[in-house]
């Protein structure tokens, strides 16, 4: 099967660290125009220069952000067909205690995750039904599916509601020729923060998460992008309101 994009205008946030800059080359070699974004600017610049992209600085958390970056993007390239939303983390937090968690730790999660995911799928609904095609994919977790690895409460819940989200716009864009679908990535060291957690395990923890992996090894940037290529292909266009897990077995 090749799953080919010529022609499509492909959008990914989260694109200054691994898993979002996968997803961008994926889309690229595949035939897309693909526009990166990323709060992190400095970021976000040098991957698109490195790779031809055109880049914006988008806080996606904000509404009017959002809507203008998408509106940006259909006037100048007339169309807008994938929105992939890789923007989110955990913002530097670690695990701790229920006690511990301030509400600036609990709803600054939730505007990276959850929050950025529906103003930009908003802003893109009108566009893509205009074109009567449009895919939405949504980076999950594993921990949108069962408590997380990280022990962050706020994270957690995150991402189970990014899960609902998903399926809820799947219901509602899905008659205007919309997909809306997420990955749940298993364990990937893809950036600053899962690294650190990475190291935290200390070797014998490694060794227990590895072996708790059917495929018994960690997955990379580029298993979830391939995800993500089919989910936004022509092949995919019956699927919707779906989590693929993607974590070599582990769920």
Do not use: C
């Not at 492909?10 to 125009?33: D, E, M």
């Not at 709060?39 to 809507?67: C, I, M, N, P, Q």
């Not at 939730?110 to 609904?125: R, T, Y």
């Not at 990937?188 to 992996?213: C, D, F, H, K, M």
């Amino acid at each position: 099967m090749e799953l080919r994009l010529e022609g499509r205008v492909a959008f990914v946030t989260g694109a200054a660290q691994g898993i979002g800059q996968a997803i961008a080359r994926g889309l690229k070699a595949s035939g897309a125009v693909v526009i990166v974004a990323d709060l992190d600017a400095t970021g976000v610049a040098a991957f698109a220069k490195a790779e031809g992209l055109e880049s914006h600085v988008l806080d996606v958390s904000r509404r009017a952000a959002a809507h203008d970056a998408i509106a940006a993007i259909v006037a100048k390239h007339g169309r807008f067909d994938i929105l992939v939303n890789a923007a989110g983390g955990v913002r530097g937090q670690v695990g701790g205690p229920v006690e511990a968690v301030t509400e600036e730790n609990w709803r600054v999660l939730f505007e990276a995750n959850v929050d950025g995911a529906f103003w930009l799928a908003q802003a893109a609904a009108e566009p893509m039904a205009k074109g009567g095609w449009g895919r939405i994919v949504n980076i999950a977790s594993g921990a949108g599916l069962r408590p997380s690895l990280t022990g962050i409460q706020a994270y957690t819940a995150a991402k189970h509601a990014l899960v609902g989200l998903t399926k809820q716009l799947s219901q509602d864009l899905g008659p205007r020729g919309i997909t809306t679908n997420a990955i749940a990535p298993g364990f990937v060291r893809s950036n600053p923060a899962t690294e650190r957690q990475w190291q935290s395990y200390g070797p014998e923890g490694q060794a227990r998460l590895v072996q708790s992996i059917h495929l018994r090894r960690l997955g990379t940037p580029e298993d979830i992008a391939n995800a993500v290529l089919f989910l936004a292909s022509e092949q995919a266009g019956w699927i919707s309101g779906q989590i693929l897990s993607v974590d070599g077995g582990r769920s």
